[in-house]
């Protein structure tokens, strides 16, 4: 294969769709079938050699092994491959970024494209190649961006700083997202401010989907005036059509809401009219002991929901294990018997899409480059060892074909829109306070009924309002000095990262850390039964550390690195763990 020079990015070399389609004869030229290539200035003949020869040695191999190809590495870049029918993706990363958050990277661009434009064929028989051309770049500039180079590492949920809010705001938040999601056509929602989560009943999947909206909306509002004013009715409503796929669909509808007999409830004989209200507090909502009896389908045990959902609080309930029991239904009486499911999809999509009897990973080495090798300590003792550089390097690579079948970790974004299940039409309902905004996704026959719609928006309308004041009265948090460490702990089941590390420019000293967290990670996914483990190089050393729930990394400044190169007692590399146990907890982060 030709020798490829990427561009200045250590994030995103290349990302390409290619439809195969277009392209059948000899004399058809390749560039009629790219769909979209990032960068955009690519000149036409590079273009053309890296769409052609990428999609002809994959498609090669994927005949040669009877499995998908889904990663493809350079001497200078790595590539993670998609492949649909006749379209085929491909996304370039540098070799720092660690193969697996490089494909999940791509593979959480395809799930963005498809929630908002539906079925990738379908859209471009609908559509414009130029202006799906701009949707593509549009996703790819939100994928590309965040606060520091770990964001690019770990995908997560952008949530509000928690450090000066009243957690009754938080609980406030809640009970608004409660009070809509009684409505029969509510599905579930979050409420965003000034692009960032504040609450939220998505999955985090759908929660980041939803944030790529928003965010451009506000980025906008900022450009042009500010702090956008309230309309006269105390808010800017509008709705978009997005598409969900069947498990993101049954995840919703399996939530425990009691949604008939909270929103419109059944008339009882001889009873006068009630009016309903959605706007409830703690002091005038009844419990479910002093109801009168419901109809069967309440008091029957609900589909529990194993898509955990974001909390301000490090040790809420919602941090339980995904095998754990979900919490009761309100109305439950006390049963917690799950209804049983025989297949649960996404188990079975990931089984499908990554299991060596369908799909078996596979990885295209080119060349090899030489550097000195890092001793990495396992609990204590030297177990591998890494090829890399002054400042931490990547791992040493093996010239020929490697076959993969690792399954993803919890939370990984492989998509369902790449399967043949057929994609969903739903509607985001928005409603804008200024520079706070509550998204529901609903059904789509939500906007034309006029009772649901005026009451979840009038009904909502004075919490948004003072929730909105609130979080505006809080000040933006100064930017702290470094401290004596660094650390950064992201949490897999919730999506979240928590990390001091500032990514502002000229932060030099942080480049070292985020390159071993990138390795550790990376070694992490390719161990399973690895929980811990130190890597050092002759300055410095960084301790990572993990289970089902969670990865936490931890490096800490000064101090005289004894590095013998044979295990050591004395080496203060082993001291790590009890100083990131220590150091961490105030940051709620618990080791122990």
């Not at 059509?241 to 049954?250: C, D, I, M």
């Amino acid at each position: 294969m030709a020798e490829l020079k990427p561009p200045d990015s250590k994030k995103c070399t290349y990302f390409f769709l290619y439809d195969g389609s277009k392209v059948r004869g000899e004399g058809d030229p390749t560039r009629d079938g790219i769909c979209y290539f990032y960068p955009e200035d690519t000149p036409l003949d590079m273009q053309d050699l890296l769409c052609g020869q990428l999609a002809g040695v994959s498609r090669c191999v994927s005949e040669l092994s009877s499995s998908d190809v889904q990663t493809l590495r350079l001497r200078r870049c790595k590539f993670a491959i998609r492949m649909k029918e006749d379209f085929f993706w491909a996304f370039g990363c540098s070799m720092e970024v660690p193969t697996v958050s490089v494909c999940e990277l791509l593979d959480h661009l395809i799930s963005l494209f498809c929630f908002y434009n539906g079925s990738v064929r379908q859209s471009y028989q609908l559509s414009s190649k130029e202006n799906l051309a701009s949707q593509w770049a549009r996703y790819l500039s939100h994928v590309l961006s965040g606060p520091s180079e770990l964001h690019y590492i770990f995908q997560s949920v952008r949530t509000i700083d928690l450090s000066n809010v009243d957690p009754l705001l938080l609980l406030k938040a809640a009970l608004i997202l409660q009070a809509c999601q009684r409505c029969p056509l509510v599905l579930a929602g979050c409420i965003l401010f000034r692009g960032r989560v504040v609450s939220t009943q998505m999955p985090p999947e759908l929660t980041i989907k939803v944030i790529v909206h928003e965010s451009e909306s506000y980025s906008k509002i900022q450009r042009s005036s500010g702090e956008s004013p309230a309309s006269s009715d105390g808010g800017s409503v509008s709705s978009a059509a997005v598409f969900l796929t069947p498990s993101e669909l049954q995840d919703l509808k399996s939530a425990p809401v009691d949604k008939t007999s909270r929103f419109h409830p059944a008339p009882e004989k001889d009873a006068p009219p009630k009016k309903t209200r959605l706007s409830r507090t703690l002091s005038d909502a009844a419990s479910c002991e002093s109801e009168p009896p419901r109809p069967a389908s309440c008091q029957s045990p609900q589909k529990g929901s194993i898509s955990p959902h974001l909390s301000g609080s490090e040790d809420s309930p919602s941090q339980r294990a995904p095998d754990s029991p979900s919490p009761l239904s309100p109305c439950s009486n006390g049963t917690n018997a799950p209804e049983a499911v025989e297949g649960d999809p996404d188990e079975l999509h990931y089984h499908s899409f990554y299991s060596s009897g369908d799909v078996v990973s596979q990885t295209l080495s080119e060349g090899d480059s030489s550097a000195f090798e890092e001793s990495v300590y396992l609990n204590g003792a030297p177990s591998a060892t890494f090829s890399a550089d002054d400042s931490f390097g990547e791992e040493k690579m093996t010239a020929g074909l490697k076959g993969e079948s690792r399954q993803p970790p919890p939370g990984s974004w492989a998509p369902d829109s790449l399967e043949d299940s057929p994609l969903v039409a739903m509607t985001l309902y928005t409603h804008r306070v200024n520079s706070l905004v509550l998204a529901l996704l609903v059904e789509p026959g939500f906007m034309s009924d006029t009772a649901s719609l005026e009451e979840v928006n009038h009904s909502s309308l004075a919490s948004l309002n003072g929730l909105e004041a609130h979080l505006r009265a809080i000040p933006a948090a100064a930017p702290g000095a470094a401290g004596p460490y660094l650390f950064a702990h992201h949490d897999s089941i919730q999506h979240t990262l928590t990390t001091n590390v500032s990514g502002r420019p000229g932060g030099a000293p942080e480049h070292p850390f985020v390159r071993a967290t990138s390795l550790l990670h990376s070694h992490f996914f390719d161990t399973e039964t690895l929980q811990e483990a130190i890597i050092r190089n002759a300055g410095t050393a960084v301790y990572g550390t993990r289970s089902v729930a969670q990865e936490t990394f931890f490096q800490q400044h000064g101090g005289s690195m004894r590095n013998s190169g044979i295990p050591n007692q004395q080496d203060s590399a082993f001291s790590l763990p009890s100083k990131a146990r220590h150091r961490l907890l105030k940051h709620g982060v618990n080791l122990l």
